[in-house]
């Protein structure tokens, strides 16, 4: 069971002679402002990495000297099974989750008790605050556990690699239907809807994050999710995307035009966000530093956007006065796993670099074999930027002015990878085409 390979993993960082114990909390259903309309439920990460159960309101102890596994369940009565469905019995969850000691939720402060530990961590200050209320005098500790099932998490086993492997089978499929089947005259919501069935005809019910569906000049919002825009003939569309499988995330962009054909502006910014994420996904090894990927493809954009003739200058100064930033202001990529954006990104004591578009990059640290991660470079025409950058006259002297106003409800491109960091190099987990030709047949042959 992967969850017990998890907490031995997990165990593995703490003294094996320590009379502690690992207190972990469950989610519980939540529901939409005080109301009784439920959010679809979707398990705590760091609770379903090392417990195994998506289920609500459910505790867990983990013995760290015995490595004994405790689970607690909620004590359900017929009220739940009239509205929420079968109550599983006893030996359907000592089956399903292999817990050392199976108790109900009502029994906790109990075994805490009678295990007498010197100290008990907790995740989160929330958690430790609960476990406190139980008892004054526990001694509890929230550092050590949430830095230690970061690391943890950092580095997939292979049973966590083949679940995203097959999220992002299916990803694949559901990104290349929607291709096929854009047309314009649609709207945005038609082609998430497109999107989600192919999701889950396949099986995946989960959304992974809210997902992006945007034409035309929504591609340039970084996180649109309104999805009520009609797409027309030209435009381009973004769609950046994603299900869970058992938990685990696919997160995939591809941008194309809505008629399917690139025109010559589409085609020669669209190339050089490709050629960026091409070149990026070379770089990709072990001791290699995001920092220094986002300023490779930072610099491979600003060469592009030269060579088009919409900057102009000398590459290194206009690194120095981060022209890259009006035109690509988010960070290169994240880790990929239980969550989109996953943890680990930021070691203890690592900071962000405070400079414009960096300071969002989600992961600053070496990657080592077994992370997962995207790379996702991006050209963006931003009138919030650009329209200031074209009166400041330090960055204005690197702008062509006469194109970029031309330009500004061009929208943007995003092209998105998902990567396994392996020994000597990475596996590509995403499958949509990306080159402009493969995707001008498949949009024309739909």
Same mark, same amino acid.
């Given at each position: 069971?992967?969850?017990?390979?998890?907490?031995?993993?997990?165990?593995?960082?703490?003294?094996?002679?320590?009379?502690?114990?690992?207190?972990?909390?469950?989610?519980?259903?939540?529901?939409?402002?005080?109301?009784?309309?439920?959010?679809? #439920?979707?398990?705590?990460?760091? /609770?379903? *990495?090392?417990?195994?159960? $998506?289920?609500?309101?459910? !505790? @867990?102890?983990?013995? +760290?000297?015995?490595?004994?596994?405790?689970?607690?369940?909620?004590?359900?009565?017929?009220?739940?099974?009239?509205?929420?469905?079968?109550?599983?019995?006893?030996?359907?969850?000592?089956?399903?989750?292999?817990?050392?000691?199976?108790?109900?939720?009502?029994?906790?402060?109990?075994?805490?008790?009678?295990?007498?530990?010197?100290?008990?961590?907790?995740?989160?200050?929330?958690?430790?605050?609960?476990?406190?209320?139980?008892?004054?005098?526990?001694?509890?500790?929230?550092?050590?556990?949430?830095?230690?099932?970061?690391?943890?998490?950092?580095?997939?086993?292979?049973?966590?690699?083949?679940?995203?492997?097959?999220?992002?089978?299916?990803?694949?499929?559901?990104?290349?239907?929607?291709?096929?089947?854009?047309?314009?005259?649609?709207?945005? #919501?038609?082609?998430?809807?497109? /999107?989600? *069935?192919?999701?889950?005809? $396949?099986?995946?019910?989960? !959304? @992974?994050?809210?997902? +992006?569906?945007?034409?035309?000049?929504?591609?340039?919002?970084?996180?649109?999710?309104?999805?009520?825009?009609?797409?027309?003939?030209?435009?381009?569309?973004?769609?950046?995307?994603?299900?869970?499988?058992?938990?685990?995330?696919?997160?995939?962009?591809?941008?194309?035009?809505?008629?399917?054909?690139?025109?010559?502006?589409?085609?020669?910014?669209?190339?050089?966000?490709?050629?960026?994420?091409?070149?990026?996904?070379?770089?990709?090894?072990?001791?290699?530093?995001?920092?220094?990927?986002?300023?490779?493809?930072?610099?491979?954009?600003?060469?592009?956007?030269?060579?088009?003739?919409?900057?102009?200058?000398?590459?290194?100064?206009?690194?120095?006065?981060?022209?890259?930033?009006?035109?690509?202001?988010?960070?290169?990529?994240?880790?990929?796993?239980?969550?989109?954006?996953?943890?680990?990104?930021?070691?203890?004591?690592?900071?962000?670099?405070?400079?414009?578009?960096?300071?969002?990059?989600?992961?600053?640290?070496?990657?080592?074999?077994?992370?997962?991660?995207?790379?996702?470079?991006?050209?963006?025409?931003?009138?919030?930027?650009?329209?200031?950058?074209?009166?400041?006259?330090?960055?204005?002297?690197?702008?062509?002015?006469?194109?970029?106003?031309?330009?500004?409800?061009?929208?943007?491109?995003?092209?998105?990878?998902?990567?396994?960091?392996?020994?000597?190099?990475?596996?590509?987990?995403?499958?949509?085409?990306?080159?402009?030709?493969?995707?001008?047949?498949?949009?024309?042959?739909?």
């Amino acid at each position: 069971m992967s969850a017990k390979l998890h907490r031995e993993k997990l165990l593995s960082l703490f003294d094996e002679n320590q009379e502690g114990i690992i207190y972990l909390k469950g989610a519980e259903i939540m529901y939409r402002y005080g109301t009784d309309y439920e959010i679809p #439920f979707r398990q705590e990460s760091n /609770f379903w *990495y090392l417990t195994g159960v $998506n289920e609500p309101d459910y !505790h @867990a102890l983990i013995n +760290i000297k015995t490595t004994e596994f405790h689970l607690f369940t909620p004590a359900r009565d017929a009220q739940y099974a009239v509205w929420h469905g079968r109550i599983k019995p006893d030996s359907e969850i000592m089956e399903l989750y292999e817990p050392d000691k199976l108790y109900r939720d009502h029994e906790l402060l109990t075994v805490l008790n009678q295990f007498s530990p010197e100290v008990i961590y907790c995740l989160n200050e929330e958690q430790a605050e609960y476990v406190e209320d139980l008892n004054r005098d526990f001694t509890v500790e929230t550092e050590a556990l949430i830095d230690a099932i970061t690391y943890c998490r950092c580095i997939k086993t292979e049973s966590e690699l083949d679940k995203m492997r097959e999220a992002a089978r299916i990803n694949n499929l559901a990104h290349i239907e929607v291709m096929k089947a854009l047309k314009p005259g649609m709207y945005e #919501f038609e082609t998430k809807a497109i /999107f989600d *069935y192919h999701q889950k005809k $396949n099986g995946l019910l989960q !959304h @992974a994050y809210s997902g +992006i569906h945007a034409g035309g000049v929504n591609s340039a919002i970084l996180h649109y999710t309104e999805n009520n825009r009609l797409i027309n003939d030209g435009d381009l569309y973004l769609i950046d995307a994603g299900y869970e499988y058992q938990g685990y995330a696919s997160d995939v962009t591809r941008t194309y035009p809505s008629n399917g054909r690139f025109t010559g502006d589409q085609t020669a910014i669209y190339q050089i966000v490709l050629n960026t994420l091409n070149r990026s996904i070379e770089m990709v090894k072990p001791g290699i530093r995001m920092e220094e990927l986002h300023l490779a493809a930072c610099r491979i954009i600003l060469q592009g956007l030269k060579d088009i003739g919409i900057v102009m200058g000398n590459i290194d100064e206009m690194m120095e006065n981060n022209i890259f930033a009006l035109f690509f202001p988010h960070g290169l990529g994240h880790f990929l796993g239980l969550d989109t954006h996953d943890v680990g990104g930021y070691p203890k004591g690592v900071d962000r670099i405070d400079r414009p578009g960096i300071r969002f990059l989600r992961v600053r640290r070496e990657l080592l074999p077994g992370m997962v991660i995207t790379i996702e470079p991006g050209i963006y025409f931003i009138p919030a930027l650009l329209k200031p950058a074209l009166e400041n006259s330090e960055q204005a002297r690197f702008l062509n002015a006469g194109k970029i106003e031309k330009l500004l409800d061009f929208g943007g491109i995003r092209i998105e990878d998902n990567l396994v960091i392996t020994e000597d190099g990475c596996e590509n987990l995403t499958d949509v085409p990306k080159e402009i030709k493969e995707i001008e047949k498949v949009m024309q042959n739909k």
